[in-house]
Nanobody, 116 residues
C-alpha cells in the first residue's frame, strides 16, 4: 500500500500559519523516509523539508525558522507547520516517501495560497 494523503492546504494572508498533514500506511511510515516538497508553475519541484535516514532534518534555507517538520508515529502522519507565511510560499505542496531501491512515492498535492 503506497497511498499518501495530504490535507491542510488553503488560502491565508501573509504572516499567517497553516499546518499540512500527510497520512501513510504503516509500512510506508515505518520503512521509508518522508519529506515535503513544493512546486510552482514553470519551476522544478523542490525540497521544503525532510527527515534524513539518521533522523535529522534537512530544509531549504528559505523556510528555516518558519517551517517545522514533525511526525506522529501512532497516527502514521507527517506534518509541516508553516508560520510567518509569505506570498513566495504559494505553491502546491507534496508529501514524498523514499523507500529505497528507487521506490519513491508522491501524494496528490495540496494547494497553499498566500495573499498580501
Amino acid at each position: 500500500q503506497v497511498q499518501l494523503v495530504e490535507s491542510g492546504g488553503g488560502s491565508v494572508q501573509a504572516g499567517g500559519s497553516l499546518k499540512l498533514s500527510c497520512t501513510a500506511s504503516k509500512y510506508i511510515f515505518s520503512s521509508c523516509g518522508l519529506g515535503w516538497y513544493r512546486q510552482v508553475p514553470g519551476k522544478e519541484r523542490d525540497l521544503v523539508s525532510r527527515f534524513s535516514s539518521d533522523g535529522t532534518t534537512e530544509s531549504t534555507p528559505s523556510v528555516k525558522g518558519r517551517f517545522t517538520i514533525s511526525q506522529d508515529n501512532a497516527k502514521n502522519t507527517l506534518y509541516l507547520q508553516m508560520n510567518s507565511l509569505k506570498t513566495e510560499d504559494t505553491a502546491v505542496y507534496y508529501c514524498r516517501a523514499e523507500c529505497g531501491g528507487g521506490y519513491n512515492y508522491w501524494g496528490q498535492g495540496t494547494q497553499v495560497t498566500i495573499s498580501s
